[in-house]
């Protein structure tokens, strides 16, 4: 009597339910996941931005500026003067804070930031009133005031940090 090698049917049905249910816990971990960068993203953002103002308050409006700039796949903050063509990035005499790597996106109201370019938030010394954003190294021309929301995207996952024109920071 010879006998018969392989998998039986059944055999192959609990290795295909056994994995199946080995990828759904894996995807439902691996959102979870990029919710707590993103949420993670938005904190960092959220204090950076309220740095900025508290320095417009304490320090004058040179030092009011919130500088975002992407390169490589991360997102950096400079809180300090406004950098500009004439004052350039320069990571080794400016302090340049990593906010985070990793994200599908990050845009300051309906301008996605690309690599190399800048974001640049302003507040009024002695009052902290959001005075707008400019985008001195590309993007969208021109200083915009009133509000901004800043959306950090990772798959399905945004944050969302907003800022009115009275300097109030919040997340959403």
């Known amino acids: 009597m010879t006998k018969n090698k392989g998998f039986t049917y059944y055999e192959l049905l609990i290795v295909i339910a056994i994995m199946s249910l080995m990828v759904g816990f894996m995807s439902i971990g691996l959102g979870t996941v990029y919710r707590n960068n993103v949420n993670r993203m938005a904190d960092d953002i959220e204090t950076s931005v309220k740095a900025a103002r508290n ?56 301008v996605t930031l690309t690599n190399g370019s800048l974001a640049a938030l302003n507040f009024r010394q002695s009052t902290g009133e959001f005075n707008g954003i400019d985008w001195p190294l590309g993007g969208a021309p021109g200083l915009h005031h009133n509000a901004v929301y800043i959306k950090v995207h990772k798959g399905n996952s945004t944050g969302t940090v907003f800022v009115n024109i009275f300097g109030t920071v919040e997340i959403r």
């Open 55 to 110: 320095n417009a308050v304490t320090k004058g409006t040179s030092n009011g500026w919130a500088n975002f700039y992407y390169l490589n796949n991360t997102l950096y903050c400079y809180i300090g003067e406004e950098i500009t063509p004439t004052n350039p990035v320069d990571f080794s005499t400016q302090r340049w804070e990593k906010i985070g790597n990793g994200f599908d996106s990050v845009s300051f109201d309906t």
